[in-house]
C-alpha cells in the first residue's frame, strides 16, 4: 500500500527522522516518496553525501534519470575518491544511451580498483565497431 505523506508532514519531521524514512521507502520501493521525503534533507545539509547517495538511488529507481544524474555529480563532487559514486553516475549516463560519458566514469571507478564490471562496460564502449 502507498504511503500517504503530506508536505505538512514531511516538513514536520526532524532531518535525521526524515532520512531514516526516506531509507525505509526506498527499501519498501517507493522511490518517488524516498526523493520527497529527502528534499527538505538536502536543502538543510547540501554538503551531505550520504543524502546525496540516497536520492540518487531513489531518483535511479523511480527512472527519473536527470536527476538521478545531478545527484551522483553532486556526490562525485563531495567524494571523489568513491569508486561507487563513479560506478553510479557510469550506470546512470549508460541508462540515458549516453556511453561514452558513463565509460569515462567507469574507467575512473576501475582505476580505483571497483568491479570488474566498470572495466567491462569501458571495453564494450571501446570495441571498434565492424
Do not use: C
Request: net charge negative; aromatic share 6%; charged share 30%.
Amino acid at each position: 500500500m502507498k504511503p500517504t505523506l503530506t508536505d505538512d508532514m514531511i516538513a514536520a519531521m526532524d532531518l535525521l527522522e526524515a532520512f531514516r524514512l526516506a531509507e525505509e521507502l526506498l527499501d519498501s520501493r517507493f522511490p518517488r516518496e524516498a526523493g520527497r521525503v529527502l528534499a527538505p534533507v538536502l536543502e538543510a545539509e547540501p554538503g551531505n553525501a550520504a543524502a546525496w547517495e540516497l536520492y540518487g538511488r531513489a531518483q535511479f529507481a523511480a527512472a527519473l534519470l536527470k536527476p538521478a544524474e545531478d545527484a551522483f555529480r553532486r556526490l562525485v563532487e563531495l567524494e571523489p575518491t568513491s569508486a561507487w559514486a563513479q560506478t553510479a553516475l557510469g550506470l546512470t549516463l549508460d541508462r540515458q544511451s549516453r556511453h561514452r560519458e558513463g565509460a569515462a566514469h567507469h574507467r575512473m571507478a576501475a582505476a580505483m580498483g571497483a568491479s570488474d564490471r566498470d572495466a567491462t562496460r569501458v571495453e564494450l564502449v571501446d570495441r571498434p565497431s565492424d
